[in-house]
């Protein structure tokens, strides 16, 4: 996605570059190897020579982000991303709600997200390298670390979002239209502060809130201006609004509408 958030291949954060031209140079030495089959040379070099001369549109393979002969631990999985410009990504991991209640639902505050990564390679290892294993996991113990890593997956895909909404911003392709000042939990809807946007039913919106780690897509079900019911809501001056989302939501989310 970073061609289409980065019009130009020298806007893009330099470590990136680096990294991409440092893959684009393995993967040349590497192109013989099976697991690069499905890669021609012209495929490797065209994304890089168009990026550096700025004649067509470049493109990153993904193929040369993927260089890591480590386990992903928690400071090889934070290089791994890092290297594809989504920093702090942890601290986003151990503050996602999924993660939090992974933690704290079903090891009951027990470990660590850190901790339980490490089991799971742990285990992994031991079974990969290790000598003949004669005592194995339980099936609850198998579905713990099944919820621990669909946590993670979950925590980093709307950590992306996140990023993608925050660069689209940048180059005026998703604004910030306004923050949810009060929510009701059983009827899920609240009152938000909008400014200067058009609203309106089965419109799309993305709630935010980085220290929270917090970013999700919401489909408004209802808009109500002063207690009153309507389809659609144009608003110049901060206003006001009551919404009514087909998701949960909280208080001080940021919204977000892509352009």
């Known amino acids: 996605m970073l061609p289409e958030l980065f019009s130009s291949y020298n806007d893009l954060e330099e470590r990136i570059r680096i990294t991409h031209q440092f893959g684009v140079g393995r993967l040349l ?5 099976n697991r690069y089959e499905h890669l ?3 495929e ?9 001369n700025n004649t067509n549109k470049y493109e990153l393979l993904p193929d040369a982000f993927l260089f890591h002969e480590q386990s992903l631990r928690r400071e090889i999985l934070e290089k791994l991303l890092a290297d594809a410009g989504i920093s702090n990504s942890w601290t986003w991991i151990a ?3 999924s993660m939090k209640n992974f933690i704290e639902e079903i090891k009951g505050g027990q470990n660590t997200p ?7 390679i742990g285990y992994r290892n031991d079974a990969a390298h290790g000598a003949l294993i004669d005592d194995f996991l339980g099936f609850n113990a198998l579905l713990e670390l099944c919820d621990f890593v669909e946590s993670i997956c979950q925590a980093l895909a709307d950590l992306i979002t996140y990023k993608v909404i925050k660069q689209k911003e940048i180059i005026g392709e998703a604004k910030k239209i306004g923050k949810i000042t009060e929510w009701f939990q059983k009827p899920q809807a609240g ?3 909008i400014t200067d946007i058009s ?3 089965n419109s799309n919106l993305f709630l935010v809130n980085e220290n929270i780690a917090y970013c999700q897509s919401a489909m408004i079900q209802s808009i109500k201006i002063e ?3 309507v389809n659609e809501a144009k608003v110049t001056d901060e206003m006001e609004i009551g919404l009514k989302f087909d998701v949960d939501a909280k208080l001080g989310l940021d919204l977000y509408m892509l352009l």
């Open 29 to 33: 030495l590497d192109l013989n190897k």
């Open 40 to 42: 021609t040379i012209e």
């Open 44 to 52: 490797v070099i065209n994304g890089l020579y168009f990026g550096v």
């Open 95 to 97: 503050r996602h709600k």
């Open 114 to 120: 850190e901790g339980e990564l490490n089991e799971l």
């Open 191 to 193: 009152v938000a502060k």
């Open 199 to 201: 609203l309106s039913i």
């Open 227 to 229: 207690d009153e019911s």
